[in-house]
């Protein structure tokens, strides 16, 4: 049996949580074209018993913080990690920006958006190429130290960066692209799991041909009564005891697909033919996390 829930830094969730980017407008920018339907999705996560959602100040920008606050504030068990280090310029526009009074700015401003002092988990969004790597973490480190975040962590990282990192401040979770067909961090992941690190993967849902009807997954989905999406999440959980998934939606009928993939049982051949197919499908995707 799967182990469901997962410790980071000093905080215990269950291991599928749900990503908030997709409550917000088209290019995860503006509002949603439906308020009422995202705050009843975030609130439906919940009774479900999702309790980590993840969200970043880019979304909107600022529109899913506020979202959440409106929906779920106070947040009681359920824990809110948030991102900062992607400006927003318009629809699906996205540029780094690490400078250390941006992220401190940032920062503040989510703790005042979601109306807590402190803020469970802030993760760097990206590592700025034009600031040194080691004043974006010395910040994070700083804010950990004041208070005002209580665990730090990356977005789509190598394994060395993760060490840089943690030569500055204790690192609690990583966020990288990775799905069942998608294996470009497998070497991350690895890592993570030796060193205690949740893993949080992007885009979880499998993508590509062998997703389409008649490939590999969808057969394999089909026999099992189960559907792509189930059988992607399932693979996940089996992959590593770190591994955190937070697939998004913007609709009631997707979350509980999503959720129920908790019962999906994989059997030892069904994961080895899955874990078979890693880099046989890497479809490149234009998906933010």
């Known amino acids: 049996m799967v182990d469901l829930s997962i410790r980071y830094d000093d905080q215990v969730v269950t291991r599928l949580g749900f990503g908030a980017m997709r409550i917000t407008g088209p290019g995860i920018w503006g509002p949603p074209p439906d308020r009422e339907r995202a705050l009843e999705v975030l609130r439906r996560a919940v009774a479900l018993g999702v309790d980590f959602i993840d969200t970043a100040d ?10 959440i606050r409106e929906a779920l504030h106070p947040y009681g068990h359920v824990r809110i990690a948030t991102k900062a280090g ?5 629809p699906d526009q996205w540029h780094p920006c690490g400078r250390p009074e941006y992220l401190r700015q940032q920062c503040e401003l989510s703790l005042r958006r979601l109306g807590v002092a402190s803020l469970d988990l802030f993760q760097l969004h990206r590592i700025d190429p034009q600031v040194p790597a080691e004043e974006q973490f010395g910040v994070l480190a700083d804010l950990r130290t004041e208070g005002k975040v209580r665990a730090v962590g990356l977005s789509e990282v190598s394994v060395a960066q993760i060490e840089a990192a943690r030569r500055i401040v204790p690192i609690a979770t990583v966020q990288n692209l990775y799905n069942v ?17 949740a893993f949080l993967p992007w885009f979880p849902l499998a993508a590509g ?13 089909s026999a099992r009564g189960v559907t792509v999406g189930q059988l992607s999440l399932a693979w996940l959980l089996a992959r590593s005891p770190v591994m955190l998934p937070i697939p998004g939606t913007g609709r009631i009928d ?8 908790r019962e999906v049982i994989l059997e030892p051949e069904d994961y080895a033919r899955l874990s078979a197919m890693g880099g046989a499908d890497s479809s490149s995707t234009s998906e933010r996390s």
């Open 86 to 90: 992607l400006l927003r310029t318009g």
């Open 181 to 197: 067909t998608n294996r470009a961090s497998e070497a991350v992941v690895d890592h993570c799991e030796a060193q205690g690190i």
């Open 254 to 261: 997707h979350l509980e697909e999503n959720w129920a993939a």
């Open 209 to 221: 041909r062998l997703t389409q009807p008649g490939g590999a997954l969808d057969q394999m989905a």
């Open 58 to 67: 880019s979304y909107g920008p600022a529109v899913s913080e506020e979202l």
